[in-house]
Nanobody
Framework: QVQLVESGGGLVQPGGSLRLSCAAS????????MNWHRQAPGSQRELVAT???????NYADSVKDRFTISRDNAKNTVYLQMNRVKPEDTAVYYC??????????WGQGTQVTVSS
């Protein structure tokens, strides 16, 4: 069993920055792809950023060049650095550990609100 706990959400002004964290209860990054998803009110959940076990990253077009996913293996923590945020980035952000062969895990979500 794996627990994922997100933190770092909150209210931020347009153009500002925020860093989300996702702490895993044990070391899983060598066997799981780690993802950040988001879901805005009335919208479907969308994949925002991915980091694979070998460190490769991928981003949704809507956040490319503004968001950065990274991880600290020693701390079992994945981060999402959000820069130049926009009102349309407002959503609940979820951390997700995905695998083709193992059970998936999701965090409880953290709210990000971009507003002046």
């Amino acid at each position: 069993q794996v627990q994922l706990v997100e933190s770092g959400g909150g209210l931020v002004q347009p153009g500002g920055s925020l860093r989300l964290s996702c702490a895993a209860s044990r070391s899983i990054f060598s066997i799981y792809v780690m993802n950040w998803h988001r879901q805005a009110p009335g919208s479907q959940r969308e994949l925002v950023a991915t980091i694979t076990s070998d460190g490769s990253t991928n981003y949704a077009d809507s956040v490319k060049d503004r968001f950065t996913i990274s991880r600290d293996n020693a701390k079992n923590t994945v981060y999402l650095q959000m820069n130049r945020v926009k009102p349309e980035d407002t959503a609940v952000y979820y951390c997700h550990a995905g695998s083709m062969w193992l059970k998936d895990y999701w965090g409880q979500g953290t709210q990000v609100t971009v507003s002046s």
